[in-house]
């Protein structure tokens, strides 16, 4: 399986946005790329939203190509649909339940086996969560002082299409409407970037 290794903060300067929510990240930005730079050619601004977006969940290119081809398809919106699509991945669910503290390491918690699916252990990164879902740490993980303490801390932090409970465990009551998902990204540009290659 393919990883994204390369330094999250070099990462968040070149970019010129937080896509990892880190608190200290925000420090990079001042030397990095604006949103409104005036260099970049209309082909370049759509390149940097695709990778802002791409690094957002920590998604290989090959993989997210698939994920704009699907949307495209899609009878709803575009745009609207590839955020869906990314947001109701396994990895990103577990982040959003607070369970990881980031993205990367959400992925790294369902490959070892620690999250499980409606009962079941599922070690996908990539499946994509499905409305009545309910995703939750395995028992033998609960007891694992990092997560007791993500949840902990994440507990107060709620999303309109998840349900917590304080048994370290969520559920996805509803599909993620474009403007309940928090991220900054003119998905429009994303479209526009890929529907010149596809």
Request: glycine share 6%.
């Given at each position: 399986?393919?990883?994204?290794?390369?330094?999250?903060?070099?990462?968040?300067?070149?970019?010129?946005?937080?896509?990892?929510?880190?608190?200290?990240?925000?420090?990079?930005?001042?030397?990095?790329?604006?949103?409104?730079?005036k260099k970049l050619t209309e082909y370049g601004i759509q390149l940097l939203e695709k990778q802002r977006l791409r690094e957002y969940y920590n998604v290989m290119e090959k993989q997210f190509r698939r994920y704009v081809t699907n949307a495209l398809t899609s009878k709803e919106t575009t745009g609207d649909?590839?955020?869906?699509?990314?947001?109701?991945?396994?990895?990103?669910?577990?982040?959003?339940?607070?369970?990881?503290?980031?993205?990367?390491?959400?992925?790294?918690?369902?490959?070892?086996?620690?999250?499980?699916?409606?009962?079941?252990?599922?070690?996908?990164?990539?499946?994509?969560?499905?409305?009545?879902?309910?995703?939750?740490?395995?028992?033998?993980?609960?007891?694992?002082?990092?997560?007791?303490?993500?949840?902990?801390?994440?507990?107060?932090?709620?999303?309109?299409?998840?349900?917590?409970?304080?048994?370290?465990?969520?559920?996805?009551?509803?599909?993620?409407?474009?403007?309940?998902?928090?991220?900054?990204?003119?998905?429009?540009?994303?479209?526009?970037?890929?529907?010149?290659?596809?």
């Amino acid at each position: 399986m393919g990883r994204m290794r390369h330094p999250r903060f070099k990462q968040v300067r070149r970019l010129g946005l937080n896509v990892y929510g880190h608190p200290k990240a925000n420090k990079r930005l001042g030397k990095g790329l604006g949103r409104d730079d005036k260099k970049l050619t209309e082909y370049g601004i759509q390149l940097l939203e695709k990778q802002r977006l791409r690094e957002y969940y920590n998604v290989m290119e090959k993989q997210f190509r698939r994920y704009v081809t699907n949307a495209l398809t899609s009878k709803e919106t575009t745009g609207d649909e590839l955020i869906r699509q990314l947001e109701t991945r396994l990895d990103n669910i577990v982040y959003r339940l607070g369970l990881a503290s980031s993205i990367r390491q959400a992925r790294q918690m369902v490959v070892h086996g620690h999250i499980h699916v409606n009962g079941k252990k599922l070690d996908k990164p990539s499946y994509a969560v499905k409305v009545g879902d309910v995703i939750s740490l395995r028992d033998k993980s609960k007891k694992v002082e990092m997560f007791k303490e993500n949840f902990e801390t994440n507990y107060l932090t709620n999303y309109p299409y998840l349900s917590k409970e304080e048994d370290m465990k969520g559920t996805l009551v509803k599909m993620p409407a474009r403007e309940e998902v928090p991220i900054e990204i003119n998905d429009q540009l994303v479209v526009e970037f890929y529907s010149r290659l596809i």
